[in-house]
């Protein structure tokens, strides 16, 4: 009885009549065995027996995560790996993978992540009390934008001129700070009588009051 296994032949002498004992499972990387070319018989015949392996690639699973969404694309072992397109996202650009694509399938399942560097855009917030003050913050698309309130002495924060988007657009964007100035009481009071009740803006010029009369 001859086993040939991908050229190298494996002899077992048989006597005529004997029975013949099963033969072991054989094994090859990245393929499925599927039986021996023919039926071997109970006992050895009157004449040498050849028989081979029947072999069919095995499948494996090609993934390719892109932006945490899963492709799966199943390969028989040595098939042609297709050419993927470089794939893109809102906001930044494709880098590379984190290993190259295998050109053909291997004998186990392969795992790949797209890499993108995310985009930066520049948002310049401008303090309309001076036109010298302002501030630029580079915000990554789509990171959400978070901007504390201003603060100036004298003055209420009134918002934005504009609606300032939730996360930051794939654009620069320009905003300025909007005031309101405040006002105040000037109250002089002499012996419970109110003489002045004035309301000044924040920065006026008060009018200084009379002085009282002693008499």
Not at 70 to 92: C, H, K, L, M, S
Request: glycine share 6%.
């Amino acid at each position: 009885l001859i086993v040939d296994m991908d050229g190298v032949a494996d002899t077992i002498q048989y006597l005529y009549g004997a029975e013949i004992a099963p033969l072991a499972t054989p094994t090859k990387n990245g393929y499925l065995f599927k039986g021996w070319s023919e039926t071997l018989p109970e006992t050895m015949p009157d004449y040498d027996i050849v028989v081979t392996p029947l072999w069919e690639n095995d499948s494996y699973k090609l993934y390719l995560v892109v932006d945490g969404d899963t492709i799966v694309n199943q390969y028989r072992y040595g098939d042609q790996v297709a050419n993927f397109p470089n794939p893109g996202i809102e906001g930044g650009f494709f880098v590379g993978w984190s290993e190259p694509i295998p050109t053909t399938m291997p004998n186990k399942d392969v795992l790949i992540e797209a890499r993108f560097e995310m985009k930066k855009y520049k948002l310049t917030v401008v303090d309309s009390l001076s036109a010298d003050l302002y501030t630029v913050y580079n915000i990554p698309c789509p990171d959400s934008i978070r901007l504390e309130n201003l603060e100036h002495k004298g003055y209420e924060f009134q918002g934005w001129n504009t609606t300032l988007p939730e996360i930051m657009p794939d654009s620069n964007l320009y905003v300025t700070a909007i005031w309101k100035l405040n006002q105040y009481n000037f109250v002089v009071i002499l012996d419970e009588d109110t003489l002045i009740n004035k309301v000044y803006a924040y920065g006026d010029s008060i009018v200084a009051p009379e002085e009282p009369s002693t008499a």
